[in-house]
């Protein structure tokens, strides 16, 4: 039986059912305790606006606080065969526990504005367990370029030998890439943060509904007021959300690939413990970066999402479409693969070596032709052209001598010398500072924990 059901005397085909649904009975069990979340946030407007009565808004919260702490965090929760989602699975075991008191839940919903809701809820917290774990990683890049600030290595442009680089500036760059991956992913989350509660299926409902009292209820910083907006914003959302993960992890795969390169024989800038790598079914001494290969791949796998998310939705036109349906299985693993990578990542830095003197090898000296270009200019007189054309002779030559640098060779902000890293945390904090998380922790304490006055 379906919530949909008419109750004639048609069956529904099984073939079609299985197509339709696709993975929801998997991938709707994470959205779970917020399905339990919003229906409480629902019902306790219903008996606001004379829609339900205290005595069935008590039982029913009740048992609605029963499924999601004693059933769905120690994972005692499935949806059951025959069952299409999460939405009919928390209604049905409502009916079949409380009667018919469990078929008063959905007045003035959809199951369009039950699957936003649903989402927006498990976006928030996702994207709290991001942000969470991408300062962990942003301090661990932090205190690695302290650790190695006075360790040169080279820097390359078009993959050739540029200009004297550190540890310290190549792990801090990453450090500062993150803060802006994390101002992009404030901004989807303030996106997220509207409440689609009471556009039902996109028209909303004859019913008084109350839409600022589950705004509060939910934590929401505002209303998706206008109702076909809040469907018609559905595959926006999450294009915008998958795009702003999608530049965090343009950041993880452009390191994995500087890794990849740092670590071979070419480079032999870094490595790592032989129980970190892999090694070759027929070569001896391969030492393999499967895990960051793994990581660039997934990494790059994420950035496609986007793309894909746009394609399937661009020509549609406003109101609800099952092809939102093919978005989510794409949408919601997302934010567990990007926990993963970070994770890898983390666990991997956290065991890198770091070979020093790279800089003293001879393929390495016109690294330095840029610092005999500037000492030209400041202690002979030079004018930059007449220093670099000089040099430029000296090289073809074959009579230039490098002058190997100290860190007090750069001085301005941000360079080796001078990496400005306090600065840099000061900025990710501040970004971090603008999440509002405390409000998602005290929507469930609310909602699930305390005592409701009715």
Request: hydrophobic share 40%.
């Amino acid at each position: 039986m379906k919530i949909w059901d008419k109750k004639t005397n048609s069956n529904f085909d099984k073939k079609i059912e299985n197509f339709t649904s696709g993975k929801d009975s998997k991938i709707d069990l994470l959205l779970a305790p917020h399905d339990v979340i919003g229906t409480i946030a629902h019902i306790i407007m219903l008996k606001n606006v004379g829609l339900l009565n205290q005595r069935d808004l008590k039982i029913l919260i009740q048992e609605l606080r029963h499924i999601y702490v004693h059933e769905i965090l120690n994972n005692n929760f499935r949806i059951d065969e025959g069952i299409e989602d999460i939405h009919s699975q928390i209604e049905f075991l409502l009916i079949n526990r409380l009667g018919d008191v469990g078929k008063k839940i959905h007045s003035g919903r959809s199951r369009n504005d039950q699957i936003l809701v649903d989402l927006k809820l498990f976006i928030r917290a996702e994207i709290k367990e991001i942000v969470l774990i991408t300062y962990s990683f942003f301090d661990l890049l932090l205190k690695l370029s302290e650790q190695h600030k006075n360790t040169f290595m080279p820097g390359y442009t078009h993959y050739q030998i540029a200009m004297p680089s550190s540890f310290g500036l190549w792990f801090a760059a990453y450090a500062e890439s993150l803060i802006d991956d994390l101002l992009l992913i404030h901004t989807a989350y303030r996106i997220v943060n509207k409440n689609p509660l009471g556009s039902a299926a996109g028209y909303g409902s004859t019913f008084p509904l109350n839409r600022k009292m589950t705004t509060d209820l939910l934590g929401f910083e505002n209303l998706n007021y206008n109702v076909i907006y809040a469907q018609m914003g559905r595959s926006k959302m999450e294009l915008i959300v998958s795009e702003s993960i999608a530049s965090l992890a343009r950041t993880l795969s452009k390191m994995a690939q500087d890794i990849c390169l740092y670590v071979s024989k070419n480079y032999n800038f870094i490595s790592f413990p032989d129980y970190l790598t892999t090694g070759s079914s027929i070569m001896p001494h391969k030492k393999n970066p499967d895990v960051f290969e793994m990581i660039r791949a997934k990494c790059n796998r994420m950035i496609s999402l986007p793309n894909e998310i746009s394609l399937i939705s661009s020509n549609l036109c406003s109101g609800y479409h099952r092809d939102f349906q093919i978005i989510k299985e794409r949408f919601i693993p997302l934010f567990e693969e990007i926990k993963e990578c970070f994770s890898m990542f983390q666990y991997m830095l956290n065991h890198i070596i770091v070979r020093k003197n790279i800089l003293q090898e001879e393929k390495y000296k016109y690294l330095f032709s840029v610092e005999i270009v500037n000492k030209l200019v400041i202690e002979k007189g030079y004018s930059f052209r007449e220093a670099y054309q000089k040099v430029g002779l000296d090289i073809q030559n074959g009579c230039f001598q490098p002058l190997y640098l100290t860190n007090n060779s750069y001085s301005h902000e941000g360079s080796i010398g001078n990496l400005c890293n306090k600065e840099i945390r000061i900025l990710m904090q501040n970004v971090i500072k603008r999440f509002d998380f405390d409000k998602i922790q005290n929507v469930i304490k609310r909602l699930i924990y305390r005592k409701i006055s009715f």
